[in-house]
């Protein structure tokens, strides 16, 4: 089956600072979407992207389907941004194992 | 809009017990998941259902029966648990917006199998 890769697994921030998580992925998909799972559990979609770039307040996406990455980026950053980012691909979601983030007051 | 609602949110079963994970949502979606999430893992899909009457197995199904008799309900039937089922189930449905193919997850529920 198709893999997915993030990068990186850890990252400590201080609060107003940018950063950017990627996600590999090992063939080509129909779909891609960015998690975020908040402290307690709960899993927000972010962003559908298979392709392009969006953008959502501070957060915005970009996937070039062609090399199979897709990048997440986050800018200003709050404290209330930290937990673990996914990204999942095709219709039956396969998820990467993450990005644990803690963006520090 | 209640969008998706599991029960029960924590669990503690004995092996070989039996247990129902109830899943429902309310936006009229046709396709459903469940997954289970273990530490420092990403989500790992067990089965999903692409509408009512329709179900498959997803990456890790031995264990877990699903059945989808109405288009809001998927529940999740563990047969005789183990104690590697100790996981959080998470149940998600999903459907075409303007915005694409998006995903709602339920709040999870923290299985414990001893």
């Known amino acids: 089956g198709i893999q997915v890769e993030q990068s990186p697994p850890d990252l400590i921030l201080q609060e107003g600072a940018n950063s950017t998580l990627r996600c590999n992925f090992s063939d080509s998909v129909n779909n891609l979407q960015w998690f975020h799972q908040n402290p307690w559990g709960q899993l927000i979609n972010l962003f559908y992207i298979p392709s392009g770039t969006k953008q959502n307040g501070r957060l915005s996406a970009t996937t070039v389907a062609t090399e199979r990455y897709s990048l997440l980026y986050i800018s200003s950053s709050q404290t209330t941004d930290s937990g673990v980012y996914f990204c999942?691909?095709?219709?039956?979601?396969?998820f990467g194992e993450g990005t644990q983030l803690t963006v520090n007051p | 809009n209640a969008g998706v609602t599991q029960t029960p949110k924590f669990q503690v079963l004995k092996t070989g017990q039996s247990m129902t994970l109830q899943c429902a949502q309310d936006?009229?979606?046709?396709?459903m998941s469940w997954y289970r999430q273990d530490p420092g893992m990403g989500l790992r899909l067990i089965h999903y259902?692409?509408?009512?009457?329709?179900?498959d197995q997803g990456e890790v199904p031995n264990g877990y029966n699903v059945s989808r008799s109405t288009t809001e309900d998927f529940p999740l039937r563990l047969l005789s648990a183990a104690p590697s089922q100790t996981s959080v189930y998470f149940c998600?449905?999903?459907?075409?917006?303007?915005?694409?193919?998006?995903?709602?997850f339920g709040e999870g529920s923290w299985l414990t199998v001893v």
């Open positions: 936006m009229n979606h046709e396709y």
């Open positions: 998600a449905s999903s459907g075409k917006t303007a915005s694409g193919n998006t995903i709602y």
């Open positions: 259902s692409v509408g009512a009457g329709i179900t």
């Open positions: 999942a691909v095709e219709a039956r979601l396969t």
